[in-house]
């Protein structure tokens, strides 16, 4: 299994690490439930055990790798009821951040949100997982920034480092695509006529359907969970 190589530049080398195999974990370039085996780790990224250690532990902090007892780190698998469990406040907490977004957000924090979406309009189709996701991304850095919270921020942001395992499997879905930019556009365009309430609703809607479609995907891969029951 070919990696991507870790550029030695001014970053630090850790924090490359960390990028690339975070972004490995998300694209399956490892399986949930899969060992993450030091060594391995080593000669993929042609890297110490010191750096590895380091970067499972801080990816362990973000709920992307679960160490389990004799078997050590492994990618975090998640069931039906942790996924339920993380849209639930997701859709909680982005609710609160649009409806703060309406109210406090800039005319050029608007428009870098509208530009984000034309551009997922125009290249989801064709763009790759990765693409997708840090465009999603950069969405959600708008309407956190304009959000100006920084509770929100802190916590939102460690919601999304997990939900992203989940937010691959929905962007992936059949007709997903066309929903997200109708979705997204409704968030807009209710942020942009300053209605708090519609820009709300809008973000939980977002969420229900984006939690629907990936709960449907991980049942197809988990089969024997028990059915969701989100709303």
């Known amino acids: 299994m070919a990696g991507q190589r870790v550029q030695r530049v ?7 690490v960390l990028e690339v195999l975070r972004q490995d974990i998300l694209a399956a370039e490892f399986q949930a439930g899969e060992r993450l085996v030091e060594a391995r780790l080593c000669e993929r990224y042609e890297v110490s055990r010191t750096v590895v250690r380091e970067v499972l ?3 362990e902090s973000e709920g992307l790798v679960t160490t389990v007892p004799n078997r050590g780190p ?25 409806a703060l977004f309406a109210e406090r957000s800039t005319a050029e924090q608007r428009e870098r949100m509208g530009k984000m979406i034309r ?18 991304d950069e969405f959600y850095d ?11 921020d802190s916590t939102l942001r ?4 997990r939900v992203q395992m989940l937010r691959g499997l929905s962007l992936q879905a059949d007709g997903r695509g066309p929903e997200t930019v109708r979705e997204l556009t409704a968030i807009h365009d209710a942020a942009v006529r300053g209605d708090p309430a519609a820009t709300r609703e809008a973000c939980e809607d977002h969420v229900r359907n ?17 059915e969701p029951h989100l709303g």
């Open 10 to 16: 001014a970053a630090p080398l850790r924090a490359q």
């Open 142 to 152: 708008a309407l956190i920034a304009g959000a100006a919270n920084p509770i929100i």
């Open 210 to 226: 984006a939690a629907a479609t990936a709960l449907r995907e991980l049942a197809v891969r988990q089969p024997g969970q028990p």
């Open 57 to 59: 532990r801080q990816l």
């Open 119 to 136: 551009r997922y309009a125009r290249t989801h189709r064709k763009a790759g997982l990765a693409e997708r996701l840090e465009m999603k």
């Open 74 to 98: 492994v990618v975090t698998e998640l069931t039906s009821a942790d996924a339920e469990a993380l849209f639930e406040v997701r859709g909680a907490l982005e609710g609160l951040a649009g």
């Open 158 to 161: 460690g919601i999304h480092a």
